[in-house]
Structure formats: C-alpha cells, structure tokens
C-alpha cells in the first residue's frame, strides 16, 4: 500500500508540474530597451513640420537625457506621431513598428503641466481601443509647461482609468514652449 502511495504522489507532482508549466503565460512581448523618442509634428494647415527629441543612449543611471524643448505655435491644430528608438547599438533599431504590431498591448499617456495644449487620441489599437501613437494636439495661448510621455505595457484599457494601468516601458518629460 505503501508503494502504491508512493507512485500515486509522484503522479501527482508529475501532473502539477505539468499542468503549471502548460498554463505558464505565452509573451512573445519582448521587453526592447527605448533609448530614444521622437515627437514628430505637423500643423494640419501645413505651417509646421518639427521633431523634438529625447535621448539616454547609455539608459538608466549614467550620463542625463538629452531632451529638445518642443515649442509650439500658439492657436494651431497639429498631429503628432510618436517613434521609438534604441540608439544603443549600431545600427540603431527602430522600435515603433513593433510597439504599433502589439497596439493592443500599449498605451501612450501624455500628461501636460502648465501648457496652454490639449492632446487628444487620433488612432486605435488593434481592438478599437485607445492606443495614441498618432494624436491631435491643440496649442492656445503663450504659455510654457511640461509634458511627460509614457509608453505603458500590458494596460486594462477597459479599466475606467486606462492611463494608469499596466507597466511603464519607457517615460520621458519634455518642456514645452507655446508661442
């Protein structure tokens, strides 16, 4: 009877470790290291067209980021597409096809501070649901501020605040500059 207790929990473990690493979660998500995002934009009246980098080629810890003031005209309607970069290698890596690929696994939030700019969502991710690589952005009165960009991974876009779900890939700040 022994034996047969014996077989019967080695059975049992055999059968959890299985049935544990089949239920292990599939993520073809590769973590990429973001060194470098571009803001790229363009007045819908074709008056402006302008990039605006962040850059930390050496990532975490190290030297500062670099970052470009991103100054607006004030009063303008403009779009704006994001690209992520990893710069750390040569050549450099274009992430932002990837991110756009897994849509429905991102979240670009922007939080504005102080700035006369209100930045509204111009696509959706592969569900129908919120994702803003592409936004709308909409300049008012001359004022300067700040605005923090973040890529988050894996967010509850169902959530009743999306924005603050999920883990944040990259995050970079900006001054910016409405004249």
Not at 6 to 15: D, E, T, Y
Not at 70 to 97: M, Q, W
Not at 125 to 143: H, I, P, Q, Y
Request: hydrophobic letters at 35%; glycine letters at 6%; aromatic letters at 6%.
């Amino acid at each position: 009877m022994q034996t047969n207790t014996v077989k019967f929990g080695v059975l049992a473990a055999l059968l959890l470790a299985f049935t544990f690493g089949a239920c292990k979660k599939d993520d073809d998500t590769e973590q990429e290291l973001i060194t470098t995002v571009v803001m790229h934009l363009t007045a819908t009246d074709g008056s402006f067209d302008q990039e605006f980098t962040w850059d930390d080629r050496d990532g975490d810890g190290g030297n500062a980021p670099t970052m470009e003031e991103i100054a607006l005209p004030a009063n303008k309607a403009l779009n704006c597409r994001v690209h992520f970069y990893d710069r750390s290698k040569t050549p450099e890596e274009d992430i932002t096809d990837e991110v756009e690929g897994e849509s429905a696994e991102h979240l670009l939030v922007y939080a504005v501070t102080g700035a006369n700019l209100t930045i509204a969502a111009a696509d959706t991710d592969s569900n129908g649901k919120v994702f803003r690589l592409e936004t709308t952005w909409t300049t008012g009165a001359v004022s300067t501020g700040s605005l923090k960009v973040s890529l988050r991974h894996e967010p509850n876009k169902d959530a009743a605040n999306p924005d603050v779900t999920g883990e944040v890939d990259a995050e970079v700040d900006f001054q910016v500059k409405i004249q």
